[in-house]
């Protein structure tokens, strides 16, 4: 009755359900664990930007690497704006989808240590090779107010640093390449500048990050076990209805047996 299975059809359609089904729960999973971690990424910045901010030497020093407990939070320093070494870092859109530049100025700390401070967006009008016309950052001492980011680097941005650009001009915030640069100690990281506003809004402050998407992760994730319980099922459908074809076969050939010769006249 069930021979059928042993058919080179019905082997392959078995097997294939087989691998289906444990491929397709690992697949769920992963969904499953993309959504946690979202979950959890959400809960980190919401914390972080909601804390109180503490003076930017209290979390970050020459040489620290910024850890992911550390990103977003929010901190103050005071200094002088340093000019004449500012760049501006390539190839950066805002919440537009514009390519601009983003405006990267160091703030040399009453310590003497320097912090880098991203004071925003451009627009990058003209070819992107060129370093946009830049307003200038406040003159004499500032109090600044920012969400700390650990340093780019093309492992964990995706973006290669390329060379022969203009003066000025990076591809990547790095605190160690810009303490060659300076020769000054230069604190681990960067802050995204979030007061004060600058005058006539330019550069374009960058927005803190989104804290309350999830993502359709965990809908993915049901879907695809969804499709594993389906397959089984689909199996046994499938079975069900050779059986009720080869029944009726077999019931239209006893017919045609059973049938009366007709002689012919």
Do not use: C
């Not at 020093?61 to 990103?71: D, L, Q």
């Amino acid at each position: 009755m069930y021979r059928f299975l042993l058919s080179r059809q019905w082997v392959i359609l078995t097997l294939l359900a087989l691998v289906l089904i444990p491929v397709m729960i690992e697949l769920g999973f992963w969904q499953f664990h993309r959504h946690e971690s979202r979950v959890a990424r959400n809960e980190r910045i919401a914390t972080s930007i909601e804390a109180a901010p503490v003076p930017a030497e209290e979390l970050t020093s020459p040489g620290h690497k910024v850890s992911e407990r550390e990103r977003y939070r929010q901190v103050t320093a005071t200094g002088r704006y340093d000019t004449e070494h500012e760049v501006v870092v390539r190839r950066r859109t805002n919440a537009d989808d514009r390519v601009g530049v983003h405006v990267v100025t160091p703030l040399v700390l009453d310590s003497g240590k320097v912090l880098l401070v991203n004071r925003g967006w451009i627009e990058a009008n003209g070819p992107q090779n060129k370093v946009p016309p830049i307003p200038a950052p406040p003159r004499g001492e500032v109090n600044v107010t920012g969400r700390l980011m650990p340093d780019e680097t093309t492992s964990t941005s995706g973006i290669k640093d390329l060379k022969g650009l203009p003066d000025g001009m990076v591809m990547l915030i790095g605190s160690a390449q810009m303490a060659t640069t300076l020769g000054d100690p230069v604190l681990g990281g960067f802050v995204q500048l979030a007061s004060p506003a600058p005058a006539n809004g330019t550069p374009e402050l960058l927005p803190a990050p989104d804290s309350s998407g999830i993502g359709a992760h965990m809908a993915y994730a049901v879907q695809w076990w969804l499709f594993t319980a389906a397959v089984p099922v689909g199996w046994v459908i499938l079975v069900r209805r050779e059986l009720r074809d080869q029944a009726a076969a077999k019931a239209a050939a006893t017919s045609s047996a059973d049938a009366p010769a007709t002689v012919p006249v």
